[in-house]
């Protein structure tokens, strides 16, 4: 990134720092602000990007409201208790200490979502607890250790459903989840020239899935995977791209509303042109992560 870009995206990073996140929005009423040190042990292209990192992320939301309970809108075969969202934001920024000064960007904005909620209580062990919908989100990435310059993702909709699995009334623990699919368009394009811009649908898929205890907090899985394809012959349907993201790590609250997540992360970016080898790039790294949440 050049210094006009670094400027322009330190600008937007402070406009939202108290309004970003990690990775994907689940409970799209956690307004969130953290901070984590990490070290990135391996990248797959060039060793001046390991390091130790500091990450600036959160997450915010301008606007909901709650809606009537509807008998004719089932979430979770029960009648549902709606809520709408306006103006959703997931962001985050990581920056180098070794010269390598902003590496990543990372933003996600929904104008519109709505989450629906059981308005009678549930007492199977098995059960769901909400059901998502967002319209018109907006996805943005620049990931220098990835080489990619940027990637932009427009989704006509991302939908899915949480749920939890308590072994007993009594039981502090529980093990909970949710998965949501996504599709829309993806524009693509790398910081090697050799690969084309990339304008292509996509069909997206993120999962969560987690063990949690009343006092000893919780151990978790994050995953993203985001495919480009084409309508065209296979042969020549080319270029498309693949970005994913895992993250598994521990989450516990240390004082009110402040949690500690002790987390390991992958994410990765394949370019595919077709009569070029693939452009794959990856980075992994660990870190100690301090959030305020705020509702």
């Not at 108290?18 to 990775?23: D, E, F, I, L, R």
């Not at 606007?63 to 008998?71: L, P, R, Y």
């Not at 939908?159 to 989840?177: C, D, E, L, Q, V």
């Not at 899935?209 to 296979?234: C, Q, R, T």
Request: net charge negative; hydrophobic share 35%.
């Amino acid at each position: 990134m050049n210094n006009l870009q670094i400027c322009r995206v330190l600008i937007l990073g402070i406009s939202f720092s108290t309004t970003s996140s990690v990775a994907h929005t689940w409970d799209f009423r956690d307004n969130s602000l953290g901070a984590a040190l990490a070290y990135e042990g391996k990248t797959s292209n060039d060793a001046k990007f390991e390091g130790t990192k500091l990450f600036i992320d959160g997450q915010y939301v301008f606007k909901s409201e709650a809606g009537e309970t509807s008998d004719r809108r089932q979430c979770c075969t029960m009648p549902s208790r709606p809520e709408y969202f306006y103006g959703l934001v997931d962001a985050q920024l990581r920056l180098g200490f070794d010269g390598t000064d902003l590496e990543r960007v990372y933003l996600d904005f929904t104008p519109w979502a709505i989450l629906w909620e059981p308005s009678v209580e549930n007492s199977n062990n098995l059960r769901a607890t909400s059901d998502l919908l967002q319209l018109g989100a907006l996805r943005y990435i620049s990931d220098d250790p990835l080489e990619v310059d940027y990637y932009l993702e427009l989704s006509l909709f991302r939908a899915g459903r949480t749920g939890i699995y308590s072994w007993s009334k009594n039981s502090p623990f529980a093990i909970t989840g949710g998965a949501e699919a996504s599709t829309g368009w993806a524009w693509a394009d790398s910081q090697n020239s050799a690969y084309s811009t990339v304008s292509n649908p996509f069909v997206g898929i993120f999962f969560t899935l987690a063990l949690e205890h009343d006092k000893w907090g919780n151990i978790y899985m994050n995953n993203e995977f985001v495919n480009g394809f084409s309508f065209s012959n296979p042969s020549r349907g080319h270029p498309t791209v693949r970005e994913a993201y895992v993250r598994f790590g521990y989450v516990t609250q240390v004082y009110r509303d402040i949690t500690l997540d002790i987390f390991f992360e992958k994410k990765s970016f394949y370019f595919d042109e077709g009569g070029l080898p693939g452009l794959y790039r990856m980075s992994r790294a660990g870190g100690i992560e301090i959030t305020y949440h705020w509702f």
